[in-house]
């Protein structure tokens, strides 16, 4: 178990009595009660929420957000799911871009032509049997909002390039509605435009899927939120990626041959300008930045002086160093912070960050976990902003991962499982302690002080007469 697992915890399955913005909030409160928090607490001790971009939450005049405001009467740090977020970027720029329309329109098809037929599957890994290619799978390239989904949905039309076109080829020669499809797609298929879009698609999706998979960590602080594109998006611009610089060499006048096998197919019309791709690129920079702006203002900007990596070496600046910083968050939250912690937090800051210096060589996440552990009297109340950031979950990923979860524990089978059953399950189901390490007696004890126990504990039933008159076994 990771040291900075608690700063996640499943609480409940709920079910919303409405999906507007009220029936979600209710649900969520409910959901909170379970636990024993009190409303005096969630009013005190909520900072944050962390939500997908759906209108019901981000909503700026009613969605849940809002209403979240308003009931706990403080400023509450809104973040929306930072991989998301980075999906929306792309979309930004793909709806400024013509091209990637054409990319679109071309993998989708394919997806959905092989996915829902397991006859034409059979087929077509006929077909990759022969000519000795590996056999044919497609994955959705919108199956989850992650980069990695569509990166991957990318590269199987790459890979299986030749095995589709032949069976195309070959089903389009069929008086049917199917031979008409293939007549569609083969065109798409054989554009220069597609191919060429496709490949280069690729060299950027691999950049943005490592960003988001960062993004998708159980251990992400808000100051790791980093999108800056930097030098992988400077060789993309002036040198292209290793996909598209292979597909180049293969593609000749016009013949490209996807794995230089002799397999070659005749692509009709030109591929993209230059300037259109770098003109992308650009748009995708811009979106990106213009997404994440957020990031710039306080108190998220703020949070970056806790991360041992920024603190300077030299004595000089470390003397000042963070101090704005620390004071725009103890401004920012001081509603939720005691008179002593806002008196102490600035008078503990300097030890914090010597204490930060001092382990610098250490991982960073390693050393939030320590001095958390430790919890020196003289950093105490300056480590309560710390514990705010550890807090702080700038994705959801998690909660997506919870969905999986979910949904392999309550199969199609088990329509008639209660939300409390599955939430109990869901439970059981996170918790990474090894049994030689978990402790049964809170568990018991709160089971035995339970008012719904009564209904299982029973009195012991008393023993049976014994019948005088049954025969009685002797030993020989």
């Known amino acids: 178990m990771s040291k900075m697992d608690f700063q996640r915890q499943f609480i409940d399955i709920m079910a919303v009595k409405s999906a507007d913005a009220n029936g979600v909030l209710a649900a969520l409160l409910e959901a909170l009660h379970h ?6 607490d969630i009013k005190k001790k909520i900072i944050a929420c962390t939500f997908d971009g759906a209108s019901v939450n981000q909503g700026a005049k009613g969605g849940v957000i809002v209403k979240l405001r308003e009931l706990l009467g403080h ?31 071309g993998v989708d098809p394919i997806y959905r032509f092989y996915y829902g037929s397991g006859k034409r599957r059979r087929e077509v890994n006929a077909i990759s049997a022969v000519i000795d290619e590996d056999p044919v799978y497609f994955s959705a390239p919108c199956g989850t909002r992650w980069m990695a989904s569509r990166l991957r949905a990318y590269k199987a039309v790459i890979k299986n390039y030749n095995s589709v076109i032949l069976h195309m080829e070959e089903a389009s020669n ?42 998708q ?8 939120v980093d999108v800056r594109p930097g030098s992988s998006w400077k060789g993309l611009k002036h040198n292209r990626g290793d996909v598209y610089t292979a597909y180049m060499a293969t593609c000749k006048d016009g013949k490209f041959d996807s794995k230089n096998n002799g397999h070659i197919t005749s692509l009709k019309g030109t591929g993209i300008p230059e300037t259109v791709k770098n003109s992308f690129l650009e748009n995708c920079v811009k979106f990106l930045e213009k997404r994440f702006s957020f990031l710039k203002n306080t108190p998220f900007s703020d949070f970056h002086v806790l991360d041992p990596r920024n603190v300077p070496r030299s004595d000089a600046q470390l003397a000042t160093y963070g101090d704005v910083q620390v004071m725009n968050m103890v401004t920012h939250f001081e509603s939720v912070l005691s008179e002593e912690e806002v008196t102490n937090i600035p008078r503990q ?14 991982p960073a996440k390693e050393v939030i976990s320590d001095l958390l552990t430790e919890n020196h009297p003289d950093v ?6 710390v514990y705010m950031m550890v807090t702080l979950s700038p994705s959801s990923a998690a909660m997506e991962r919870g969905f999986s979860l979910m949904n392999l524990i309550k ?54 007469a014994v019948n005088s008159n049954l025969p009685v076994p002797v030993a020989p």
Not at 78 to 98: G, Q, R, Y
Not at 349 to 362: D, E, G, S, V
């Open 35 to 40: 636990v024993d928090l009190t409303d005096g």
């Open 75 to 105: 400023v509450l740090m809104s973040i929306w799911c930072a991989p998301h977020k980075l999906e929306l970027s792309l979309l930004d720029a793909t709806k400024a871009t013509d091209f990637i329309d054409i990319v679109e329109k």
């Open 174 to 215: 069929r008086k049917t509605d199917e031979g008409a499809k293939c007549v569609g797609y083969l065109k798409v298929l054989k554009s220069a435009k597609f191919v060429d879009g496709l490949h280069f698609m690729v060299d950027v999706l691999e950049v943005l899927a490592n960003v988001s998979l960062a993004f």
């Open 217 to 224: 960590s159980n251990d992400l602080f808000i100051y790791d």
């Open 349 to 362: 800051w300097p030890a914090l960050k010597a204490r930060l210096k001092y382990r610098q060589r250490q």
């Open 380 to 385: 105490k109340d300056v480590l309560v902003l």
């Open 411 to 464: 199969t199609s089978r088990k329509s008639q499982m209660t939300n409390e059953t599955l939430g109990s399950l869901m439970r059981v189901s996170h918790i990474t302690t090894t049994v030689a390490e978990f402790d049964p007696e809170p568990a018991i004890q709160k089971w035995k002080t339970s008012a719904k126990t009564k209904r299982y504990v029973k009195a012991a039933p008393k023993p049976a």
